[in-house]
């Protein structure tokens, strides 16, 4: 499932009209069927209804949602916020079928008080006002109409968008705080950026007929990863396989002040599939870790107050894949170990304080040949990138996309709707999580889980994103499961994998069946 920006929605419709040969009056005929057919499985029939129509295209699927409803016995009324000689294009001929039908409409202009008052008796609003096409502040009336939505009662359904948030992402001083978004055909940007995000409450998607091609040759490669993804991809184990078929993984990491971090990424790569595990510590911290993972080996490492004390041998190991960072600390020896360590020509996935250093060994990063991983979270994304966190979060496909291709690397964006960027630029929404996950210790389980599924799957996109998915798939199930958003430990998670693991297995074995 495509994610598009404002302009290339823009560009897809232009394609199916012009290209393809699919009449705009059609797609938004279209669009507003499928809009009701969605409605009407929600809207209870005894409720009243309130269909707000602007300009535009998004007034017109209202148009078709309010002939609809009035067909099928509800009882709603349609409010048109401008003049009728301001509708054109499809829209006019959409409001022109709904007159035919014999159905009627009530002028906003003139009759504000009434609408003050009538819209606060509706038990549901629908918002057909402004859709993707909003440049600037939202300007009256809809700006005070957007305000007595937001203080009604109602169950407010948005279409496409809510009205007054930028299709994009970005800042919305006045704008609809819907209960469930029916987005169109594709989710735009800001169904997946914050705080735009916020106002979309649930997200539906509905299509529309528009042929597939007129998606892929007007929008980037940026897409939702969802179950069916994660049922189709995760790879199944053949019964001849043994320990060194699902791959041996040095994690590095830990220090005398951190010596719980390491455990929790080697725990979680164990839960995740890995088949060997080596766990590389400063020797100073040996004895506090030795005995937490018994299933995994031991490296001790020369120290240094605590801390690696430079650069590790690690020609005598066989390893497949590496992950570094977790506990690791931000010492000179440190430092001199990370760009040691991005020297291996292995699978390596960077987290935690190893990125502290980035910007000292990124030049070492264009010449490695195996993936190389990434998993910043905003702030260490922006120190990167010499950004702000505002900036990272204002653009998080943009940065994502300029790191991954900079370097030819993945980079796994944390945080809720995190991005995973592949080093041609596409890109892969998550959206399993919630916010437990807003815990220390998260971030290593993830690590963990990415290096085991890095070692087990042929497409390293496939893995990282699979992963990710079934990392916040475990905060879910345990919230839906008695936890609440607030008690949740990194440890719950990795206790959690094998619930997660046994239902794909499940689904897989179901689309088997």
Known sequence: MHIVTAAEMYEIDRDTIEQIGISADSLMENAGQSLFHVLRERIPRSAQVAVLAGTGNNGGDGFVVARMLKSYGYDADLWLIPPKEKIKGAAKTALEVYERSGYDWKPYAGNEQAFATHILQYDVIIDALLGIGIKGEVRPPYKEIIGLVNRSRAIVYAIDI??????????????????????????????????????????????????????????????????????????????????????????????????????????????????????????????????????????????????????????????????????????????????NIVQQPVPLVIDADALFFWNEYAALIHERKAATVVTPHPGEMARMLNLSIRDIEGDRFGTSKRLAMEYGIYVVLKGPYTIVTTPDGSQYVNTTGNPALAKGGSGDVLTGMVSAFLMQHYSVQEAISNAVWAHGKTADMLVERGHSQWDVLAGDLIEAIPAVLSYVQEKQRGDMG
């Open 162 to 339: 809510p009205s007054g948030t930028q299709a994009d992402g970005g800042e919305a001083e006045t704008a609809i705080r819907a209960d469930v978004t029916i987005t169109i055909q594709c989710p735009k940007l800001g169904a997946y950026t914050f705080p735009t995000a916020d106002y979309y409450g649930e997200l539906l998607v509905v299509d529309i007929g528009i042929p597939p091609l007129a998606v892929k040759r007007n929008a980037a490669p940026r897409f939702v990863w969802k179950e069916d993804d994660v049922v189709r991809t995760l790879p199944k184990r053949k019964r001849s396989s043994h320990k060194g078929t699902h791959g041996k993984l040095l994690v590095v990491g830990g220090s005398r002040a951190m010596t719980g971090a390491i455990t929790l990424t080697a725990k979680a790569a164990l839960r995740s599939g890995a088949g060997l595990l080596t766990m590389a510590v400063p020797d100073d911290v040996y004895s506090v870790v030795a005995n937490r993972v018994p299933e995994a080996m031991y490296y001790p490492c020369s120290a240094r107050d605590g801390a690696f004390s430079g650069a590790m041998d690690v020609s005598a190991l066989d390893i497949d894949a590496i992950a570094i960072g977790p506990g690791l600390g931000r010492t000179d020896g440190v430092r001199e170990l990370v760009s």
